[in-house]
């Protein structure tokens, strides 16, 4: 019975995945849940596993091929040997995915010769005494595979694979494990690149035929480091540009009294680290101000849908999170109906998950609206992108000491107090100037009263 591997929904937000590498080649006997092949998104970098355990018929999906969800992949023999051709419903989305049709189509399929040969690993160099680093299957003798990502990201910084020792399936090097030892302080990897060429005249900026405007194209000079995008970095560079062309973006600040917040947090602080084991920040309490506020205004709660507005029901208020592959966005799902001990845990279950890059698409879809901390330093406010298709995000700026003019018993008088600036971003398609300030300005006194217990 011939079993169908087809590109997963990882997520509402997610629509398509590009294969990164196969792990497998066809004619291979493989396991129920053995990973197949790897997949990028933009939103996570994950492996698909087999549905079925048998044998490896058909491979429709190229390398380096972007596909959407729900497209072909390949296709799995459950009975030993046979090579079933695909059923009916894999032909239906077939032709419903063009991408994926033109993969099976016969004169895309590689030669029976190269499809035959086992996938070589480079040649394996001695590893360096006291190293530890040496690879098992390289001396045993055995033939060593590894995925066309790790292939592709060793040659890119000439590293030799046989040094490192897999964790993954049988000794495997994952693209972990590979990140794992770039990282190692103690040695320096220098990219096998071409000389950087000599400096060039510089370029008058030009006006393109249309009317276009073209910036003038730098040319490295010696010295300079050149860092090629990675995938997820071009597909948030697109994310970006998209939300900025499509989306109006209006901004609004707004000055908050946070003394109330500092003071409540000063005073639970180091009963909350002994009880929890992590420090309470004003993070939480800003989502949790973000969450009553979205109660009370549900259109700010919104997703763009077309030529439509989706007034949302489920509050899941995203936390963008700054990691080393990127800005991630995990969600806290309805934030509205969790407790300001109940958020705080799930913010740093995230950010621990983050920091160990165990967030998995789940984690990071479902958002309705957006709050972003860029951190303390220097950050009096900024207006930040918005996350789409949602319709508004908030961006918290630093809490400083400040003097502000305070009414005392009907007299003006001048305080110290700590003072923080709330920056809300709206999508102006769809969202008024009076909607968005009566949004920010709730959020505000919420904050202000610091009406919270733990």
Do not use: C
Request: hydrophobic share 40%; charged share 20%.
């Amino acid at each position: 019975m011939a079993v169908e591997v087809v590109m997963p929904q990882m997520g509402e937000s997610v629509v398509e995945g590009t294969i990164t590498g196969w792990l497998v080649k066809e004619g291979d006997q493989i396991a129920e849940d053995q990973p197949l092949v790897a997949i990028s998104t933009d939103k996570v970098d994950t492996e698909i596993p087999a549905p079925a355990a048998g044998v490896i018929s058909r491979i429709v999906a190229k390398e380096g091929e972007t596909l959407p969800i729900g497209a072909l992949l390949a296709v799995i023999e459950t009975a030993p040997g046979a090579h079933a051709e695909v059923s009916a419903p894999a032909t239906a989305r077939e032709a419903t995915h063009p991408a994926a049709e033109k993969a099976s189509q016969p004169q895309a399929a590689p030669p029976p010769a190269a499809a035959s040969q086992p996938q070589a690993a480079p040649p394996a160099a001695p590893a360096p005494s006291g190293n530890g680093r040496g690879a098992a299957a390289a001396d045993s003798g055995a033939a060593v595979r590894y995925s066309p990502l790790v292939l592709r990201m060793a040659a890119e910084h000439g590293i030799d694979l046989s040094r490192i020792r897999g964790t993954g399936l049988g000794g495997r090097v994952t693209k972990r494990d590979l990140q794992n030892y770039l990282e190692q302080p103690k040695e320096t990897f220098a990219p096998s690149a071409a000389p950087v060429p000599p400096p060039a005249a510089p370029q008058p900026q030009r006006i393109a035929p249309g009317g276009g405007f073209r910036p003038p194209l730098y040319e490295p000079r010696e010295g300079d480091s050149v860092e090629p995008f990675s995938r997820r970095r071009r597909i948030i560079a697109e994310h970006m540009v998209y939300s900025k062309t499509h989306a109006p973006h209006v901004g609004t600040v707004a000055q908050v009294d946070m003394t109330r917040v500092v003071r409540f947090r000063d005073s639970h602080k180091d009963a909350f680290r002994q009880r929890e084991g992590f420090g309470l920040t004003v993070l939480p309490m800003v989502v949790v101000a973000a969450a009553r506020a979205l109660r009370e205004f549900p259109r700010m709660n919104a997703s763009v849908a077309g030529d439509s507005l989706v007034v949302r029901k489920e509050i899941n208020i995203g936390v963008a999170v700054d990691t080393e592959e990127g800005l991630l966005v995990p969600v806290i799902r309805d934030a509205d109906q969790k407790s300001l001990l109940g958020i705080a845990r799930e913010i740093d279950i995230m950010a621990r998950k983050a920091a160990a890059r165990q967030l998995v698409a789940d984690d990071l879809t479902g958002g309705s609206f957006t709050v972003s901390n860029p951190g303390r330093e220097g950050n009096l406010f900024g207006l930040a992108i918005i996350n789409q298709p949602q319709v508004g995000i908030l961006r918290m700026g630093e809490i400083r000491k400040t003097p502000v003019v305070v009414e005392v018993e009907g007299s003006d008088t001048i305080a110290i107090r700590h003072i923080m600036y709330l920056a809300l971003s709206y999508d102006h398609r769809v969202i008024d100037g009076v909607l968005g300030n009566r949004f920010l300005y709730r959020t505000a006194r919420i904050l202000e009263q610091a009406e919270f217990t733990l």
